[in-house]
């Protein structure tokens, strides 16, 4: 709470920025504009596409409760530990990022953590489907699941890194706000579809083999969209990380 209090207290005493350049009333039409821009500039486009299909396909946040207490057999406090993984790796990619700001071929970069993260999906879906079967022992298979789990929340912290590197300097300021809201609509929702496709698979597979189905999927994915959106892949920092160069 006074966390909170505090932000809202310095929001009261930030003085208000006039806006720079082209001012658009809000509505519908500032809307579709933004929308517009978007459809225009195939590497925005082509940030939101990957995060969906990581997220879509390879995020089965949903059957952890299923999978510690059903597979695993760790209990409540297993469950914790399994849901805190991803945000360990991420606590530590972020103690280890001091690589990123080095990395000029961001849409590059972006294809290979997103892959990567699938890699780590199925990886995770694998030792839960070799523990479901009885093919390797709780000791052998809890641990390399954690690893796996921490492993895929290190490289969506590089992905979130990469994917708002492209879009704060590919979208002009007028823009960026609308931009941004999109990126948070994808951001928010896309993980809440893979629950749903998650469950879906998980009723009718299991749980391991719909994580491995997913987070297999999910690198397919990455490649068909790299294909089709080629200025994803090829998008390259300008000089001194400002602006961009890119086949758009």
């Given at each position: 709470?006074?966390?909170?209090?505090?932000?809202?207290?310095?929001?009261?005493?930030?003085?208000?920025?006039p806006?720079?350049?082209?001012?658009?009333?809000?509505?519908?039409?500032?809307?579709?504009?933004?929308?517009?821009?978007?459809?225009?500039?195939?590497?925005l486009?082509g940030t939101?596409?990957?995060?969906?299909?990581?997220?879509?396909?390879?995020?089965?946040?949903?059957?952890?409760p299923?999978?510690?207490?059903?597979?695993?057999?760790?209990g409540?406090?297993?469950?914790?530990?399994?849901?805190?993984?991803?945000?360990?790796?991420?606590?530590?990619?972020?103690?280890?990022?001091?690589?990123?700001?080095?990395?000029?071929?961001?849409?590059?970069?972006?294809?290979?953590?997103?892959?990567?993260?699938?890699?780590?999906?199925?990886?995770?879906?694998?030792?839960?489907?070799?523990?479901?079967?009885?093919?390797?022992?709780?000791?052998?298979?809890?641990?390399?699941?954690?690893?796996l789990?921490a492993?895929?929340?290190?490289?969506?912290?590089?992905?979130?890194?990469?994917?708002?590197?492209?879009?704060?300097l590919?979208?002009?300021?007028?823009?960026?706000?609308?931009?941004?809201?999109?990126?948070?609509?994808?951001?928010?929702?896309?993980?809440?579809?893979?629950?749903?496709?998650?469950?879906?698979?998980?009723?009718?597979?299991?749980?391991?083999?719909?994580?491995?189905?997913?987070?297999?999927?999910?690198?397919?994915?990455?490649?068909?969209?790299?294909?089709?959106?080629?200025?994803?892949p090829?998008?390259?920092?300008?000089?001194?990380?400002?602006?961009?160069?890119?086949?758009?």
């Amino acid at each position: 709470v006074l966390t909170f209090v505090a932000s809202f207290v310095a929001l009261l005493v930030i003085r208000p920025l006039p806006p720079l350049g082209r001012v658009t009333r809000p509505g519908l039409a500032a809307v579709r504009e933004g929308l517009a821009f978007v459809r225009r500039r195939p590497v925005l486009l082509g940030t939101f596409v990957i995060d969906l299909n990581a997220m879509i396909l390879a995020s089965p946040i949903a059957l952890f409760p299923a999978i510690a207490l059903d597979v695993f057999r760790v209990g409540p406090a297993g469950l914790g530990i399994l849901a805190a993984a991803p945000a360990a790796g991420a606590f530590v990619g972020a103690l280890l990022s001091g690589w990123v700001p080095r990395v000029r071929r961001v849409g590059r970069a972006l294809v290979i953590v997103v892959a990567s993260w699938g890699l780590a999906m199925a990886g995770f879906g694998l030792a839960v489907l070799l523990q479901s079967i009885g093919l390797a022992p709780l000791i052998w298979t809890f641990p390399l699941a954690l690893v796996l789990l921490a492993v895929a929340g290190a490289v969506d912290m590089f992905s979130a890194v990469f994917r708002n590197t492209i879009l704060q300097l590919a979208t002009p300021d007028e823009l960026r706000g609308r931009v941004t809201s999109i990126h948070i609509l994808v951001v928010t929702g896309g993980p809440r579809l893979g629950d749903i496709q998650a469950a879906l698979v998980a009723a009718a597979v299991g749980p391991g083999l719909a994580v491995v189905a997913g987070g297999l999927l999910c690198v397919l994915g990455v490649g068909v969209i790299s294909r089709r959106i080629p200025s994803l892949p090829a998008h390259v920092l300008g000089e001194g990380g400002e602006g961009v160069r890119a086949r758009t």
